[in-house]
């Protein structure tokens, strides 16, 4: 299952970020490097990892600032953050955390644990995927039970007004439906048709 999961992994220091970069390839995860923060911007653009291992210190920004740019993005939001970094300082990390970050973890840290924390950190941003793709999916069936129940009524207000004349054929409101721009511009019809004929009778 790991082969379906990508990481990017960003690091100045390439004596840190090689081994993790093994570490990562040996567990079949697809991985790509970066040595700065811009860099692993970048890598998040074009890759679209599921997470991103960053060190706190950076050439050009901190891993704090990395990880506010991506939480800033919708597109991005999903992605599992982990931040790698020697502070044990109690206000660093709750700077991290604050920033977006997901995970925090010490260096030197053992390989066991950071693996096991990829795991876990995966396997929950699949979870709220999926409850969130279950809450959309079940508020498109509202809007389109809606929608039906809509432009139903608007067919009875079509036929009342049309009476014997069949000005308008009705049906085409349901035949419509998956082309809502197109439902409108029928039913904008309707209205004028109906505003003529109060100006007539008065």
């Known amino acids: 299952m ?26 079949g995860y697809q991985v790509e490097k970066a040595l700065t923060g811009q860099q692993g911007l970048e890598k998040v ?9 960053l060190d706190w210190h950076l050439t050009d920004f901190d891993g704090v ?15 599992f953050i982990m931040m790698l970094s020697n502070s044990i300082h109690t206000e660093e990390i709750v700077q ?8 925090y973890l010490i260096k030197p840290y053992a390989r066991e644990e950071l693996l096991a924390r990829i795991r876990a950190g995966v396997r929950l941003r699949r979870a709220l995927t999926s409850e969130l793709k279950q809450e959309r999916s079940a508020m498109q069936e509202l809007e389109i039970d809606r929608l039906q ?12 007004l ?20 197109s439902a409108i511009t029928e039913m904008e ?4 048709h109906t505003e003529q004929k109060i100006q007539k009778s008065s």
């Open 2 to 27: 790991n082969e379906t999961i990508k990481i990017v992994a960003v690091d100045d220091e390439e004596m840190f970020l090689l081994p993790l970069v093994h570490l990562l390839h040996s567990q």
């Open 45 to 53: 653009k074009t890759f679209s990892p599921d997470v991103l291992i």
């Open 65 to 79: 600032g990395l990880a506010q740019r991506i939480k800033s993005n919708p597109d991005f939001k999903h992605i």
């Open 96 to 103: 991290a955390f604050d920033a977006g970050v997901d995970e």
């Open 149 to 160: 129940h809509f432009l139903s009524s608007i067919k009875q207000s079509c036929e009342i």
């Open 162 to 181: 049309n009476g014997d004349e069949k000005i308008l054929t009705c049906d085409s409101y349901l035949n419509e439906l998956p082309k809502l721009s």
């Open 189 to 192: 019809k309707i209205l004028d």
